[in-house]
């Protein structure tokens, strides 16, 4: 019923934020008469001498320190009469287990009430005074004008001092973050992310731990209750203070608010350093209607903050990714094969990563790898040329004196400072530092953190057609395989045979009678269905109506605004498309999968219509479902797999060469289960529809499906 509901229409919805930008672009467009310039006579035969570092004065800041041990930085800023607070906890990760989740969760507690005030109080007081109040697992940020200074710190105090987490608001934040992983599932970057923290670091370290649905479902008020009074300590606390304020009116008020936060002993843990590669691995996560690669080549890497290679570090990995230089370059600028390609070096307390990123069609997915991979070993082989890196430094000595327009930059300095106990002039040389790297110190950092040959190579994409091609990086010559969740398995073996004496038809006869039996399904001469969701911000409508056994129109549009329309009748069908005037015939494959929604119930029809039906097996879903997996041939040649859960036989999701939809929340209509959520993915754009109502038989008009 739902296989071909929105395919045809998605393509106009992901096209809907290029067209906007195309128009404003052509609305905006204007003939900008060249200035006269002063013609200046350069001998280009030498090379500009390179200028001196610029000299930038860091603003100052002060600091004090409470009994309790709450260290705290001023930074006075006397433009505009607005203060800001910015509180980190600097705690070693923790360790989630199998209710991963409950860390962000306490973080998001704390904002929802205290023991003397209700999370609508707190709000109604904050929106008040005009401020901005907001927290997180290690810390909170504030802001506010500085007359209404005293009444934020005295809720923040609150806050810290007084939380008190309530059942109700857990449930809320349960429900929000289920909706989000539930989105995620679809979005390659988040697998990616998600299964390359598992590859390198394992499950029993806190950067190789991911919230899963199971988790999430699992997490109790009491584990962030006790998260929040054994982390929320104020020694190991660092407050900055910016802006309409001055050292001698912030001690006695942080005093008197924060005076009598209790300390208390936090547990430093350790954990063992995640090591490279011993040989570059390839490892994929195989999305079979994905028609682009997600790329990711990443390791581990030891590199602290304020270390003494960490700025020269910066530069190196600037020049190979850090912007738009050697990777955009080559991958974007000279193959056209991306957007964008970067990579990243970042410093870390616990353990650094190095990581190399891109997306890219699925036909160059190897050849972008080969071109990452070759990139990581010319900036190791070949000494930089002084013009790009001049060009790179100068693009990052910009870069830092811009974020310095920024009073808070001069705040998180100073805790940066505190922090990872660098040099009291580590920012005030930072400048100097950096004009001094030479490329022979590139040269040495490529040597030493650019290790194209112990590297993981993790590929989200379509493994049928990338798979083949990228074996030849790995060095075992093997590939491995995972599930979104970072699950390994053996895609020989993925699907297992199904019992004996369950055929396709067996499995699609078990549906039919599952959701409401043949009879009452042959009953249905008329639906109507109409679903929700948001894209960008935007209230999307979709609407679906059908006749029985040959009429059906598919609508998408937002309020009065129509996008979309497809309407099928009797064989012949018309898509049209009221944003640009157009009305376009359906070609014949289109007419088939219309001809299909028209049925409402095609399952019931699939020998006269000519169907071919293959029972592939059982396969092992994430989470550890079973599906029935029952290949469909089309008279066309078209083919799809339906997914059908061995325990209820509800058909769980419906998967073609260019989309998937998953079908969830089944409730029942006049005797008859329907999905009432439906996730549709393609072309890596993912979206999720709410069915807000669903009619049987309301006799609908016949003419609503004449042809336009």
Known sequence: MYRKAITYLFAILISLPLAAQVNKAKQAKKTIEPAAVEKVQLDRSKRPQPAPAPVIKIGDYQSFELSNGLKVFVVENHKIPRISYSLVLDYSPVLEGENAGYVDFAGQLLRTGTTTKTKDQIDEAIDFIGANLNTSSNGLNASCLSKHNEELLAIVSDMILNASFKQEEMEKIRTQTLSGLEAEKNEPGAIASRVGGKLLFGSNHPYGESITEESVKKITLEQCDNFYKTYFKPNIGYLAIVGDITLAEAKPLIEKYLGSWQKGDVEVVKYPAPKAPAKTTVALVDRANSVQSTLNVTYPVDLKPGAPDAIKARVTN???????????????????????????????????????????????????????????????????????????????????????????????????????????????????????????????????????????????????????????????????????????????????????????????????????????????????????????????????????????????????????????????????????????????????????????????????????????????????????????????????????????????????????????????????????????????????????????????????????
């Open 318 to 708: 600037s020049i190979l990714g850090g912007g738009t230089f050697r990777l955009f370059n080559n991958l974007r600028e000279k193959h056209g094969w991306t957007y964008g390609a970067y990579s990243s070096l970042s410093p870390d307390r616990l353990t650094g990563r190095f990581n190399a990123s891109a997306e890219v069609r699925n036909p160059v997915t190897d050849s972008a790898v080969e071109q990452i991979l070759f990139e990581m070993n010319r900036i190791r082989t070949e000494a930089v040329p002084e013009e790009e890196l001049s060009m790179v430094k100068n693009f990052m000595m910009g870069n830092f004196g811009r974020s310095l327009e920024n009073p808070s930059t001069v705040a998180d300095f100073a805790i940066n400072t505190a922090r990872y106990n660098l040099p009291k002039d580590y920012y005030a040389n930072y400048l100097t530092n950096l004009a001094a790297v030479s490329a022979t110190d590139v040269q040495m950092m490529a040597q030493k953190y650019i290790r194209p040959d112990n590297t993981l190579i993790l590929v989200v994409g379509k493994a049928e057609e990338i798979a083949p091609k990228l074996k030849r990086f790995s060095k075992s010559g093997d590939i491995q395989y995972y599930d979104i969740q970072g699950k390994w398995y053996d895609p020989s073996v993925k699907v297992k045979p199904a019992p004996a004496g369950v055929t396709a038809e067996t499995v699609i006869a078990g549906y039919i009678q599952a959701i409401g039996g043949a009879k009452k399904l042959k009953k249905v001469k008329d639906i109507t269905i109409q679903a929700t969701s948001t894209m960008q911000g935007m209230t999307l409508n979709l609407d679906q109506y059908a006749i029985v056994p040959d009429k059906f129109l598919l609508q998408i549009g937002s309020g009065a605004m129509i996008f979309g329309k497809q309407i099928y009748n009797a064989g012949a069908g018309v898509a049209i498309s009221p944003m640009n005037g157009e009305n376009k015939p359906m070609e014949a494959t289109e007419l088939e999968g219309f001809k299909e929604q028209a049925l409402v119930f095609s399952e019931l029809y699939y020998a006269q219509l000519g169907y071919k039906l293959n029972l592939l097996g059982i396969e092992e879903q994430d989470g550890g479902s079973s599906y029935y997996k029952v290949e469909i041939t089309r008279p066309s040649g078209e083919k799809s797999t339906d997914y059908y859960d061995v325990k209820t036989s509800l058909k769980m999701k419906s998967e073609s060469k260019e989309n998937l939809v998953e079908l969830s929340d089944y409730k029942e209509v006049n005797g008859i289960l329907f999905p009432f959520t439906l996730a549709q993915s393609m072309q890596g754009q993912s979206i999720k529809f709410t069915v807000s109502n669903l009619t049987v038989n309301s006799k609908l008009k016949k003419d609503m499906f004449e042809l336009k």
